[in-house]
């Protein structure tokens, strides 16, 4: 499922990431990457917050579109 379809404070497993190599680029640059695991802190004007190995970055909601997430095992 998307990345903004995912209710805040759930931990979630990336598990695909769509989109053009520099978008990839970008998105692991900021630690995003297929198998790391992220938690949604908010949503806002449909732009999400997101924590990922300890940091928190803003995500617009097209580039969360992109995310494709599970739900992390507990």
């Given at each position: 499922?998307?990345?903004?379809?995912?209710?805040?404070?759930?931990?979630?497993?990336?598990?695909?990431?769509?989109?053009?190599?520099?978008?990839?680029?970008?998105?692991?640059?900021?630690?995003?990457?297929?198998?790391e695991?992220l938690?949604?802190?908010?949503?806002?004007?449909?732009?999400?917050?997101?924590?990922?190995?300890?940091?928190?970055?803003?995500?617009?909601?097209?580039?969360?579109?992109?995310?494709?997430?599970?739900?992390?095992?507990?």
């Amino acid at each position: 499922m998307p990345l903004t379809m995912v209710k805040s404070g759930e931990p979630q497993t990336i598990r695909k990431i769509n989109g053009k190599d520099d978008t990839k680029k970008f998105l692991e640059t900021l630690g995003i990457i297929k198998g790391e695991k992220l938690t949604v802190l908010t949503k806002t004007g449909g732009n999400v917050i997101v924590n990922v190995k300890n940091s928190r970055i803003a995500i617009s909601k097209s580039m969360a579109m992109r995310i494709l997430v599970q739900e992390a095992v507990k």
